[in-house]
Structure formats: structure tokens, C-alpha cells
């Protein structure tokens, strides 16, 4: 079940992050500028503002979903980039859900269990304790993360050539829009 917002800060990450490539031409963004992350999270936590003070990850879905991003973008980094992430879903029973994230028409929905059975537990179990939450909402949010972030590095219905590329400048882009997020919330 994934968010049209969810959707639109990967899209306006990915295209953020190529904007000073001259050589790509995958990634165009919603219209959604740079430091929209924090409007967006707000959309995912169902309000239109930005986030403020005294949210918790526990309480507020899309905070929690903004945090877990960049670790998703970096697993699928540390697991042979895009391809190798498809390739590992098949390998484990979900072929067709990642098929689906391809295509250029809906994304087949995740069970956190498919998360489960193809994220090393460890790596959830320490993101939680990281966080402060439990396993299943780590595992939970990465089912609705993943197939969002192969369908955004899709765009045209295949994997775009400069992916990785765009996955590796997002990661990047985002982390830093979410360290002044979290900065903004401390002051």
C-alpha cells in the first residue's frame, strides 16, 4: 500500500539528485522542490503542514517512513544495486510483485514477510533499536518503501540506465533534506 507521497519524494529526490547531470533524462520531478521532504511527510502523517516538534516514530507513520528511506536506498545499494534486488525478491518466491514495481502500471503490494525473508533479520532488528520502534514496523515500512523506490527508478517501465546512479545521488540529496528536518525539529 503505497502513498502517492511516498511516490512524489522519491520522484522529487531522484530528479533533484540528477538535475545537474546533463545526461540524464529518466528522472523529472512532480514539481516538488528541493526541501519538499518536509511538506511530504506531513502528507504521509495526513496533514498538509510541516512537520514540528514532539512527533515520535512510534505515533507518526510518515516520519517513520522519511527515516527508513535512506536505509532502503543503501540496502538496495549493498545488494548489487536495482538488478540485484529484483533478482533477490525472485529468488525468494516474489518474482511477480517485483515484476510489478517494473511495469508501468501498479505496484503488487509487499508483505512484511517478504521482507522478512529477504533482508537480513539483523539488519531490521538494529534499524529498530535504531529508531526505537519494533521490527514489524521496520518491516512493515520497507514493504511499502522497496517496491516504491524499483518503480521510481523505472519510470518508463524499465530500469532506467543511470539507476544506480540516480539511487546513489538520492541517498545523498535526502539524507541531507532530512538532517535539516531533524535539525529544524530540535531547535
Request: charged fraction near 20%; glycine fraction near 12%; charge should be negative.
Amino acid at each position: 500500500m503505497s502513498t502517492p507521497a511516498l511516490g512524489e519524494v522519491l520522484a522529487s529526490t531522484f530528479a533533484n539528485a540528477m538535475a545537474e547531470r546533463p545526461h540524464s533524462h529518466s528522472f523529472h520531478s512532480p514539481d516538488v522542490g528541493i526541501g519538499s521532504l518536509s511538506m511530504l511527510v506531513g502528507g504521509l502523517m495526513g496533514r498538509g503542514a510541516p512537520m514540528d516538534r514532539g512527533h515520535t516514530l512510534g505515533r507518526d507513520r510518515g516520519l517513520l517512513l522519511a527515516m527508513l528511506l535512506p536505509f532502503a536506498m543503501r540496502w538496495i545499494q549493498r545488494n548489487g544495486g536495482v538488478r540485484g534486488v529484483l533478482e533477490s525478491f525472485r529468488q525468494r518466491g516474489y518474482g511477480a510483485q517485483a515484476l510489478s514495481w517494473l511495469s508501468t502500471g501498479a505496484n503488487t503490494p509487499l508483505q512484511a514477510e517478504a521482507i522478512d525473508s529477504v533482508v537480513d533479520h539483523e539488519d531490521v532488528s538494529v534499524l529498530a533499536r535504531q529508531l526505537g520502534v519494533q521490527e514489524t514496523e521496520v518491516s512493515n515500512g520497507l514493504a511499502e518503501i522497496l517496491p516504491e523506490v524499483v518503480n521510481q527508478l523505472s519510470p518508463a517501465g524499465a530500469i532506467a540506465s543511470e539507476a544506480d546512479e540516480a539511487l546513489d545521488a538520492g541517498v545523498h540529496t535526502l539524507e541531507k533534506e532530512l538532517n535539516e528536518i531533524q535539525t529544524g525539529m530540535t531547535t
